[in-house]
């Protein structure tokens, strides 16, 4: 979104933020009204395609993490699954205690 709203601005197109103007900014892509040069276009309506590809894919996760068993969505896990944290940390990072 942000390499499409980069070209965009460098030619005039202030494009507010947020994924849910992506059917706006596409229009300004499609328009034929000669403000966009024919390969700022190309380049545009390749991200554009990125864009849609990656929201296919991610309503394809989210389809499968759908499916999953609840018990296994569950996070945190329930406690008899939690591995305790140690209750004191080493008091600096450059303890070789803290690297284990």
């Given amino acids: 979104m942000n390499a499409l709203r980069a070209y965009l601005y460098e030619f005039g197109h ?3 933020l947020g994924v ?7 229009e300004i892509v499609d328009a034929e009204d000669g403000r966009l040069p024919k390969t700022v276009r190309l380049c545009c309506r390749e991200i554009l395609a ?3 590809q990656l929201g296919e894919r991610l309503r394809c996760l989210d ?3 759908a499916r999953l068993p609840r018990q296994s969505r569950l996070w945190p896990p ?3 699954h939690v591995k305790k944290c140690p209750q004191h940390l080493p008091a600096s990072p ?3 205690a803290f690297f284990y």
């Fill in 63 to 65: 389809s499968e993490i």
């Fill in 50 to 52: 990125q864009i849609v």
């Fill in 20 to 26: 849910h103007q992506v059917k706006r900014l596409a």
């Fill in 78 to 80: 329930p406690d008899r």
């Fill in 94 to 96: 450059s303890s070789s």
């Fill in 14 to 16: 202030i494009a507010p």
